[in-house]
C-alpha cells in the first residue's frame, strides 16, 4: 500500500504528466502529418526537456505558451470584434405598421419587404428603407464614416444601424435583416479576412522553410559537439532544446493577420469598405490614379442652363421630344433635360424603339420620325455637325458645360447644354493626393473642353474627355505600360472595365449599392473623395507596421540564438523571450485600431 507521504508526489507528478501529454496533442499531430510547426517544435522541446529531468522548466514552457497563444487569439479577436460588433448597432426590435393600421413592436428579423416601420427620435433604425413621410437628420457614421448627421425627407434612403437624431419618421423596408447595407458591409470585411495579402503570404512561405531548418539546426547543436568534440551530452541537448522554444516562428505569423484585420476594421469605422489585405498594402504603392467625372468629382446631378433652337419650327415641339427620349435614360445629362421640362409643364410623348447608345448618347422614334439626342460626338458619327454649329458646340464647351444635341435624320433641331457642381470636397481630395505622390487624371465620356474644365477647377493633372468604356480600359492600361500602380474611381456601369483593370478599382457612394460593394476592391461607403488619400495613409501605415513586426520578430529571435549558442540561456528566458515579442507584434499591430 502507498502511504500518503508517498503518494502525494507521484499524483503531483502524474497532473504535471497528463498537463504536458494535454498540451502537445497538438504537436503529436503535427510530426504525424510530417508538419514541422510551431506545435511541433514546442512539444519536441518540452518532451527533450522532461526527458533530461527538467520538469519545472516543461510544464512552465507549456504553461507560457499557452497563455501566449491564448493572448494572441484574444488581440486577433478584437481586431475581428471591431467589425462584427457592428451587428449590434441594429437593434433587435422594431414598430410596425400592421394591416388594421395600428403599430406593434415585433422582432426586425420577422419583418418583410415592404413594411410600414416607423422610428422616434434618438431610436436606432433597424432596416434599409426609403422614407415615406417626416424629416429628420440621422447619424450614419457606421454605414459611411460621415462625422455630420445627413438630413433625411420623403424620398430618401436610410440604412440599418444609423441613429435617428431629430424628428419622426416612417420608412418602407426594402432590405431583409440578413441583407442590410451594413450586413453586407460585415460579410464582406469577414470574407476579406480570409483573403490572405501579400506579405502574410511570404511570412507563411517562410516559417515552412525555416522551421524544418531550425529543426534540423537543434538537431545538429544536440549531436554534433558530444559526438565530434567530446562536449556533455546533456549541456548541448539542453541548448537544443531552448533554441527550439527561441526560434519557435510564433510572432512572425501572428504579426501579419492581426496587422492587416486591424487595417481592414480601421478602414471599415471610416465608412471604406476594402475587400483583401491585398488592396490594403497596394494602396500605399499607387502613383497614379484615374477619375471618372461625373457623381465622382462632380455631385452628378446637374442642371440645364441653356436651350438653343437649330430651325424655325415649334422649338417647343422639339423640347418635348427631347426631353421625352432623355425622360427614357437614367444618364445624369438626360436626367436634368427631363426634370427642367418637368418643371416647365412640358408633357412627354410615347417614344418606340428608345435606345441606349453607350458613351454616345440615346435614339428613338417619336409620331414615327428617328431622333437622336447625344453629345459632340454623335452629332460627327451622324454627319450632321456643321461648321455654324461646331463653334456654338465649342463655346458652350468651353465654359465648362455638357452639350447634348437633338437630331433627325436630315439636320441637327436643338442644343441643349447642362452644367454639373464641383463637389466641395473634390480640390482637398486632390491636393493631398499630389501631397502624397500620387498623380491624377480624369477620365470621361464629356468632351474635352468641359473635361479640361473641370480638371483645372479642381488641380486634376491631365483630362481626356469623349472617351467610351474600351477608351477608358486602354488609358489604364497605357499608364500601366508606363509602369505606374494605377487605381481607378467611378460609379457607373461605363466605368466598370476600367475598375477592373486598375490594381484598385474604388466605387463611390457604394451605400446601399448591393452591386458596388459586391464587385469593388475598395467601396467608399459616401461621395467623399477625400477617403482615397485616407485609404492610401492607412495602407502606408499598414505596410510600416508589418515591416516593424518581421524586424522585431526575426531580430530578437536572432539576438536570443546567440545568446543560446554561448549556453547563457535557459528555457524559462526563452519562453519569456517567445512570448513577449508575440505580444509586442500583436500590440504593435492593434495600433492601427486608435489611428
Request: aromatic content about 6%.
Given at each position: 500500500m502507498v502511504t500518503g507521504a508517498v503518494a502525494a508526489p507521484i499524483t503531483g507528478e502524474w497532473k504535471r504528466t497528463k498537463e504536458l501529454v494535454a498540451g502537445a496533442a497538438g504537436g503529436v499531430s503535427s510530426l504525424k502529418?510530417?508538419?514541422?510547426?510551431?506545435?511541433?517544435?514546442?512539444?519536441?522541446?518540452?518532451?527533450?526537456?522532461?526527458?533530461?529531468?527538467?520538469?519545472?522548466?516543461?510544464?512552465?514552457?507549456?504553461?507560457?505558451?499557452?497563455?501566449?497563444?491564448?493572448?494572441?487569439?484574444?488581440?486577433?479577436?478584437?481586431?475581428?470584434?471591431?467589425?462584427?460588433?457592428?451587428?449590434?448597432?441594429?437593434?433587435?426590435?422594431?414598430?410596425?405598421?400592421?394591416?388594421?393600421?395600428?403599430?406593434?413592436?415585433?422582432?426586425?428579423?420577422?419583418?418583410?419587404?415592404?413594411?410600414?416601420?416607423?422610428?422616434?427620435?434618438?431610436?436606432?433604425?433597424?432596416?434599409?428603407?426609403?422614407?415615406?413621410?417626416?424629416?429628420?437628420?440621422?447619424?450614419?457614421?457606421?454605414?459611411?464614416?460621415?462625422?455630420?448627421?445627413?438630413?433625411?425627407?420623403?424620398?430618401?434612403?436610410?440604412?440599418?444601424?444609423?441613429?435617428?437624431?431629430?424628428?419622426?419618421?416612417?420608412?418602407?423596408?426594402?432590405?431583409?435583416?440578413?441583407?442590410t447595407t451594413l450586413a453586407?458591409?460585415?460579410?464582406?470585411?469577414?470574407?476579406?479576412?480570409?483573403?490572405?495579402?501579400?506579405?502574410?503570404?511570404?511570412?507563411?512561405?517562410?516559417?515552412?522553410?525555416?522551421?524544418?531548418?531550425?529543426?534540423?539546426?537543434?538537431?545538429?547543436?544536440?549531436?554534433?559537439?558530444?559526438?565530434?568534440?567530446?562536449?556533455?551530452?546533456?549541456?548541448?541537448?539542453?541548448?537544443?532544446?531552448?533554441?527550439?522554444?527561441?526560434?519557435?516562428?510564433?510572432?512572425?505569423?501572428?504579426?501579419?493577420?492581426?496587422?492587416?484585420?486591424?487595417?481592414?476594421?480601421?478602414?471599415?469605422?471610416?465608412?471604406?469598405?476594402?475587400?483583401?489585405?491585398?488592396?490594403?498594402?497596394?494602396?500605399?504603392?499607387?502613383?497614379f490614379l484615374a477619375l471618372d467625372k461625373t457623381g465622382t468629382i462632380t455631385h452628378g446631378k446637374p442642371v440645364q442652363t441653356d436651350y438653343m433652337p437649330l430651325v424655325d419650327q415649334d422649338s417647343e415641339v422639339y423640347r418635348t421630344h427631347a426631353a421625352s427620349l432623355a425622360s427614357r435614360s437614367d444618364h445624369p445629362v438626360s436626367q436634368a433635360i427631363a426634370k427642367h421640362a418637368s418643371k416647365n409643364g412640358l408633357a412627354f410623348t410615347a417614344v418606340e424603339g428608345f435606345e441606349a447608345l453607350l458613351g454616345r448618347g440615346v435614339r428613338g422614334t417619336i409620331e414615327g420620325i428617328d431622333f437622336h439626342l447625344g453629345n459632340h460626338r454623335l452629332v460627327e458619327e451622324l454627319g450632321l455637325c456643321s461648321p455654324e454649329l461646331e463653334a456654338t458646340l465649342e463655346r458652350l464647351e468651353r465654359q465648362g458645360k455638357t452639350v447634348v444635341v437633338l437630331c433627325n435624320p436630315q439636320r441637327a433641331?436643338?442644343?441643349?447644354?447642362?452644367?454639373?457642381?464641383?463637389?466641395?470636397?473634390?480640390?482637398?481630395?486632390?491636393?493631398?493626393?499630389?501631397?502624397?505622390?500620387?498623380?491624377?487624371?480624369?477620365?470621361t465620356g464629356d468632351n474635352p473642353h468641359t473635361a479640361d474644365a473641370i480638371a483645372q477647377q479642381v488641380g486634376i493633372d491631365e483630362a481626356?474627355?469623349?472617351?467610351?468604356?474600351?477608351?477608358?480600359?486602354?488609358?489604364?492600361?497605357?499608364?500601366?505600360?508606363?509602369?505606374?500602380?494605377?487605381?481607378?474611381?467611378?460609379?457607373?456601369?461605363?466605368?466598370?472595365?476600367?475598375?477592373?483593370?486598375?490594381?484598385?478599382?474604388?466605387?463611390?457612394?457604394?451605400?446601399?449599392?448591393?452591386?458596388?460593394?459586391?464587385?469593388?476592391d475598395v467601396a467608399l461607403m459616401d461621395d467623399d473623395l477625400r477617403k482615397i488619400p485616407a485609404f492610401i495613409r492607412l495602407s502606408q501605415q499598414t505596410a510600416v507596421i508589418l515591416k516593424q513586426n518581421i524586424v522585431l520578430a526575426l531580430g530578437i529571435k536572432a539576438l536570443f540564438l546567440a545568446i543560446t549558442l554561448t549556453g547563457q540561456a535557459t528555457m524559462w528566458m526563452a519562453v519569456f523571450a517567445d512570448m513577449g515579442v508575440s505580444l509586442l507584434v500583436v500590440f504593435n499591430g492593434l495600433r492601427l485600431l486608435k489611428k
Open positions: 502529418n510530417r508538419n514541422l510547426n510551431i506545435n511541433a517544435l514546442m512539444s519536441i522541446a518540452v518532451t527533450g526537456a522532461v526527458l533530461i529531468g527538467q520538469w519545472p522548466e516543461a510544464a512552465m514552457v507549456m504553461f507560457l505558451f499557452s497563455v501566449a497563444e491564448l493572448i494572441e487569439a484574444k488581440s486577433l479577436g478584437r481586431a475581428r470584434n471591431a467589425i462584427r460588433g457592428l451587428m449590434d448597432l441594429t437593434p433587435e426590435r422594431a414598430t410596425v405598421q400592421q394591416a388594421d393600421g395600428s403599430w406593434l413592436e415585433v422582432e426586425v428579423k420577422t419583418i418583410a419587404l415592404g413594411a410600414l416601420v416607423r422610428v422616434r427620435p434618438g431610436e436606432r433604425i433597424g432596416l434599409d428603407g426609403e422614407v415615406t413621410s417626416g424629416n429628420s437628420t440621422i447619424n450614419q457614421a457606421p454605414i459611411t464614416g460621415e462625422s455630420l448627421p445627413v438630413e433625411k425627407t420623403v424620398g430618401d434612403p436610410v440604412f440599418a444601424g444609423t441613429i435617428n437624431q431629430a424628428g419622426s419618421l416612417e420608412y418602407r423596408v426594402v432590405a431583409a435583416a440578413a441583407n453586407r458591409i460585415i460579410h464582406a470585411v469577414e470574407e476579406a479576412q480570409g483573403s490572405r495579402a501579400p506579405t502574410q503570404r511570404f511570412v507563411d512561405q517562410f516559417a515552412k522553410v525555416y522551421t524544418p531548418v531550425v529543426f534540423l539546426f537543434a538537431l545538429a547543436i544536440a549531436i554534433v559537439p558530444p559526438l565530434f568534440m567530446a562536449e556533455p551530452w546533456y549541456d548541448w541537448i539542453y541548448r537544443a532544446l531552448v533554441l527550439l522554444v527561441v526560434a519557435c516562428p510564433c510572432a512572425l505569423v501572428i504579426s501579419t493577420p492581426v496587422t492587416i484585420v486591424s487595417g481592414l476594421a480601421a478602414a471599415a469605422r471610416k465608412g471604406i469598405l476594402i475587400k483583401g489585405g491585398v488592396y490594403l498594402e497596394t494602396g500605399g504603392k499607387l502613383g433641331i436643338a442644343l441643349f447644354a447642362v452644367a454639373d457642381t464641383v463637389k466641395g470636397s473634390s480640390r482637398q481630395a486632390i491636393e493631398e493626393l499630389h501631397a502624397l505622390g500620387v498623380k491624377t487624371t480624369m477620365l481626356r474627355g469623349n472617351l467610351l468604356p474600351v477608351d477608358k480600359l486602354q488609358a489604364i492600361e497605357a499608364l500601366q505600360a508606363r509602369g505606374y500602380v494605377v487605381g481607378m474611381v467611378g460609379d457607373g456601369i461605363n466605368d466598370a472595365p476600367a475598375l477592373a483593370k486598375s490594381e484598385i478599382g474604388f466605387a463611390m457612394a457604394a451605400a446601399g449599392t448591393d452591386t458596388a460593394i459586391e464587385t469593388a
